[in-house]
RNA sequence: GCCCCGGUAGUGUAGCGGCCUAUCAUGCGGGCCUGUCGAGCCCGCGACUCGGGUUCAAAUCCCGACCGGGGCGCCA
């Protein structure tokens, strides 16, 4: 269709046009989001938005309209349109895009309390039928259909919360940070080397060199200890390249990391994460109440202080139980000491002091034991983060890269910045999609993922 | 990387050698209905992942491919 617009200058550097070139004539500046309609108005209002359903009764049809703030019926009468509009507009197809200009109408038989009377309406985009799956059906849908059709699947209300909360919970978590004198950062995810060892790296060709996607930001977020800004944080994609294909693992995912200067021992990143947590749970459960309603959740923070238990104490734990673990935890492990706690009354706790052969070489190690600075945030059960004292004297760090068979001059980049004043410092690592997947207690971190990469799944 | 399990209408399933012209629900199409809200009722539409094999006979058994699910290891 040809362009209908009328420009309208405005000032030198700004013009908008004041209809819409495609020729709709529900002017959709005026649009109100269904949340934001006052229903003691009988006013005209135009709401836009996807039809979920249309209940035919005859004469009489409801069509029920969704939009980011919820479902809003619309109240066909075959009388008062006219045969003709009330066929066309009942037999939309569902998840359609419709725009409605109508009145406004208290009503007692609707649950949010009034209808809009369709005066005038428009077909914004038809979709085809048969859906690739249903957004409200009673019918099951399977993850991987879903995540096939994830821009369908998140038109489920359900779907949406976690997304609501995830946010929610995000940025609680930066505020709690930018407080506590946070800076936040971006660093690199493409890399030369691959650093930490352990996780396996993809590996990609940067103008003919052998690159590797971030699996960490691990020795960048050191190396800014380095330079006076004392506290920073990231929020953004790691990368690992591993063969995992459970419920808990994805290759991408990502990865809340702090780093502090200044700490007095690894208990002062603890007391952090605590407090990072707490918040981010509280603002879930304060301001995403109506969303953990729709997952039918009921949150709650974990009990604190988080308890801090010695890996070796975790071991007698266990032991108690008839489970025998060596340097680490194992799966199940983990989940009967989850068992063990939640009877205690304890979501969140704290494993320190691992043995250092089984940790990286930037963690301290606790002098003269086997153990190190280290800790590991259990959440019911599962890891939700790793962190601890770090390192700062660059020839017992070098030794310490030596130990792990490493090359301290692969890390020239890195181990500079030691050479040069170094505070010393801690930090952790928070998956956030295992945050969100313990919290709200979904069965699959796919779920926490807007769109997913795993082991097969590389689209969308 | 290892170990189990599975692929049937658009979606979710039942069937597991002949009773299959394949069950049920949802969906889609049509019909009735002016207060529905998981609307209801009636009629109709729509499927055995692909390739090879066994057998008189394969959705069903065997082999392979592709796709998917769960667990372990590893990790966040």
Redesign the pocket.
């Known amino acids: 269709m040809e362009w209908q617009g009328v420009i309208k200058e405005i000032g030198p550097y700004l013009y908008i046009s004041d209809e819409f070139p495609h020729g709709v004539s529900v002017n959709l500046k005026e649009r109100k989001r269904s949340d934001d309609i006052d229903p003691e108005t009988d006013e005209e209002v135009i709401v836009a938005g996807w039809v979920q359903?249309i209940?035919?009764?005859?004469?009489?049809a409801?069509i029920l309209l969704r939009d980011r703030g919820g479902v809003v019926?619309v109240?066909a009468?075959?009388?008062e349109m006219g045969e003709e509009d009330y066929g066309r507009l009942t037999?939309v197809?569902?998840e359609s895009v419709i725009a409605v200009r109508g009145k406004v109408q208290k009503?007692e038989?609707?649950?949010r309390g009034f209808?809009i009377l369709p005066i005038e309406w428009e077909l914004l985009n038809e979709a085809d039928?048969?859906?690739?799956?249903?957004v409200v059906?009673?019918?099951?849908?399977?993850?991987?259909?879903r995540l096939d059709n994830r821009f369908m699947d998140l038109r489920r209300e359900e779907v949406m919360a976690i997304f609501a909360l995830k946010s929610t919970m995000l940025s609680a978590i930066r505020n709690n940070l930018e407080e506590k004198g946070f800076l936040e950062v971006q660093t690199p995810k493409i890399l030369k080397a691959g650093a930490e060892g352990?996780?396996t790296l993809f590996k990609l060709d940067y103008f003919g060199e052998n690159a590797y996607l971030a699996q960490?930001p691990q020795l960048f977020k050191q190396i800014l200890m380095s330079t006076g800004l004392e506290r920073v944080y990231e929020i953004a994609p790691a990368f690992?390249a591993?063969?995992?294909?459970?419920?808990?693992?994805?290759?991408e995912?990502t990865?809340l990391d702090f780093e502090m200067s200044f700490i007095e021992s690894q208990d002062d990143v603890m007391d952090a994460v605590e407090e990072m947590l707490d918040s981010a749970i509280k603002a879930a459960i304060e301001d995403g109440e109506k969303y953990l309603e729709i997952l039918g959740i009921e949150l709650k923070a974990p009990k604190r202080p988080y308890p801090r238990i010695s890996f070796e104490e975790a071991k007698k734990m266990l032991a108690e139980k008839g489970k025998q673990v060596e340097n680490?935890l194992?799966?199940?492990g983990?989940?009967i000491l989850g068992e063990i706690m939640a009877e205690k009354g304890y979501d969140a706790y704290f494993v320190v002091e691992y043995p250092e052969e089984?940790k990286p070489f930037y963690i301290m190690e606790k002098d003269g034991t086997p153990w190190s600075y280290s800790f590991?945030?259990e959440f019911r059960g599962?890891?939700?983060?790793?962190g601890g004292q770090r390192e700062h004297r660059p020839d017992v760090l070098e030794e310490r890269m030596r130990k792990k068979g490493l090359d301290p001059s692969d890390f020239e980049f890195y181990l500079k910045a030691f050479k040069y004043g170094m505070p010393p410092h801690g930090g952790v690592?928070?998956?956030v999609?295992?945050l969100i997947q313990k919290a709200l207690r979904l069965?699959?971190?796919r779920e926490t993922t807007i769109f997913p990469r795993d082991r097969?799944?590389l689209v969308p």
Do not use: C, W
């Open positions: 359903t209940r035919k009764k005859g004469k009489i409801f019926q109240t009468l075959k009388n037999k197809q569902r009503s038989y609707v649950k209808e039928a048969p859906l690739p799956m249903g059906d009673k019918v099951n849908v399977e993850l991987d259909t352990g996780a960490s690992r591993e063969l995992s294909d459970t419920t808990r693992h994805l290759s995912f990865s680490d194992d799966t199940e983990e989940k089984e590991d945030l599962q890891e939700l983060a790793s690592g928070i998956g999609e295992r069965e699959n971190v097969f799944r």
